[in-house]
């Protein structure tokens, strides 16, 4: 039976995301949407990392030496200054592992 529901919800996921590719030429989305679509991607990512800088351990930490928070303040403005994304990666990690070497 587990395997019959497997079945079924990865087929539903396949054709819901076979629907954009098929449709893709064919539907044309309002200006609004098309213009809120360009803000997805930094959304989902906020989404997804935001809760791992602030929320540790059952807990919120949004403490000013919370390391994690301040290594990704740290990588923000690398990232806002050089618009590389290789120099943010190696600025954020070095500087999280330095924090949390340092800090209590």
């Known amino acids: 039976m587990i395997f019959v529901l497997i079945l079924i919800i990865g087929g539903l996921t ?40 602030v ?17 990704a303040l740290i990588a923000a403005a690398v990232a806002w200054r050089t618009r590389n994304a290789v120099i943010t990666l190696i600025v954020g990690m070095m500087t999280l592992w330095l924090l949390q070497a340092i800090l209590p």
Request: net charge positive.
């Open 14 to 53: 396949f054709l819901e995301r076979f629907s954009f590719i098929a449709l893709a030429g064919r539907v044309v989305l309002p200006r609004q949407v098309r213009e809120a679509l360009r803000y997805l991607p930094a959304a989902v990512i906020s989404a997804l990392v935001l809760p791992s800088l």
């Open 55 to 71: 929320y540790r351990g059952g807990e919120y930490n949004l403490s000013p030496l919370n390391p994690r928070l301040l290594a």
